[in-house]
């Protein structure tokens, strides 16, 4: 008894009936359209992630067979550090070769040249001695006027016996200072006009503090010298009454410098004249500390090569050798090319 086979094209329209149909492909667009028209965004895109899945993408763990030659181990691609070989060059033991830094492209610009009115340190620095100057001068007025009425004259009787309160010596000792501090700014914008611009020292600070220094040494050793000389020939009461009168007239210097700065810092003046400007400072501060001198020492007396040999020796000599010692100090600190 032979058996009937099934009709494969019977059989194959079973087998379709029999498998579940296959679900048809969607696009974000008929997604979209299933929405009704007042859907927000946010349910659009929950929409839209609802009916896609991605799958997460991993990274082959499996050995790369096209290394480089010479490349046993295999590279993760996570790791982003160069090989030794790559790093290593036949000038990588060279003090003087960073094959790491790259060439530079274009032409160097021209640095803008240093202003002090760039600098807001000194400009802050300037402004808050100019409020304390004032500060200190409304406080002080009436000593200011007194110091400036016997100046030029002796006082007699019992004004030749007052002494200086503290807020009277606080005065006279800003006030010197502050001339310090105006005649190493005046110093260093000279130096940076006329002599080098370029220094060994890290900041243009330095500068105006070495000069600072130089300035109050001066003025200290000066003193010093006054108080020693006129204690062996005047005694030690007309001693004390020359130092105030030269702390006087160093705060007069202080004062008169102040416009200086101002005008050369924040005006463009000139160099020539203010140096000219420094120097009539200067000069009037000898006449009056010559005549001054002459009034308090040799008026009775008519010693007058003593006078000129007193002046030269305590007043000219350490002028002369403080510009000196200011060419050597700036000699030393620029650089020389």
């Known amino acids: ?27 974000p667009y008929e997604v979209l359209r299933r929405l009704p028209p007042d859907a927000t965004p946010a349910q659009q895109d929950s929409a839209v992630q609802a009916a896609f899945h991605v799958e997460n993408t991993h990274l082959s763990t499996r050995p790369d067979t096209l290394s480089l030659p010479g490349q046993e181990d295999w590279v993760s691609p996570r790791d982003v550090s160069l090989p030794q070989y790559y790093r290593e060059t036949f000038f990588s033991k060279d003090s003087v070769f960073y094959s790491e830094t790259g060439g530079r492209y ?16 000194l400009t802050a620095l ?24 016997y100046f030029f004259r002796e006082p007699g009787g019992r004004a030749a016996e007052m002494t200086e309160t503290a807020a009277e010596v606080r005065f006279h000792s800003f006030f010197a200072m502050l001339a310090c501090l105006l005649f190493s700014v005046v110093a260093f914008l000279y130096t940076l006009e006329c002599v080098a611009d370029t220094f060994v020292l890290s900041s243009q600070y330095q500068l105006v503090g070495v000069f600072f220094g130089v300035f109050a040494a001066y003025y200290v050793l000066k003193m010093l010298a006054y108080w020693v000389v006129n204690n062996v020939f005047f005694g030690r009461k007309k001693s004390v009454r020359w130092l105030r009168s030269l702390l006087f007239a160093t705060s007069v210097e202080g004062m008169a ?34 005549y001054k001198s002459f009034v308090m020492f040799f008026r009775h007396k008519n010693f007058y090569m003593q006078i000129i040999l007193y002046f030269c020796a305590l007043e000219i000599m350490p002028l002369l050798s403080l ?15």
């Open 1 to 27: 008894m032979t058996s009937l086979q099934p009709d494969s094209i019977a059989a194959a329209a079973d087998t379709a009936k029999a498998a579940p149909a296959a679900a048809p492909v969607l696009h």
């Open 257 to 290: 410098l102040f416009p200086l700065v101002l005008l050369q810092a924040y005006f463009d003046l000139s160099v020539q004249k203010a140096v000219a400007y420094a120097a009539l400072v200067i000069i009037l501060s000898k006449i009056m500390l010559f």
């Open 106 to 121: 274009g032409v160097a610009g021209d640095p803008v040249p240093y202003t002090v009115r760039g600098d807001d340190t």
């Open 126 to 149: 300037l402004i808050g001695c100019f409020i304390i100057a004032m500060v200190a001068f409304a406080n002080s007025r009436r000593f200011f006027l007194r110091e400036a009425k």
């Open 323 to 337: 510009w000196g010692i200011l060419v050597k100090v700036v000699d030393y600190l620029k650089i020389n090319f």
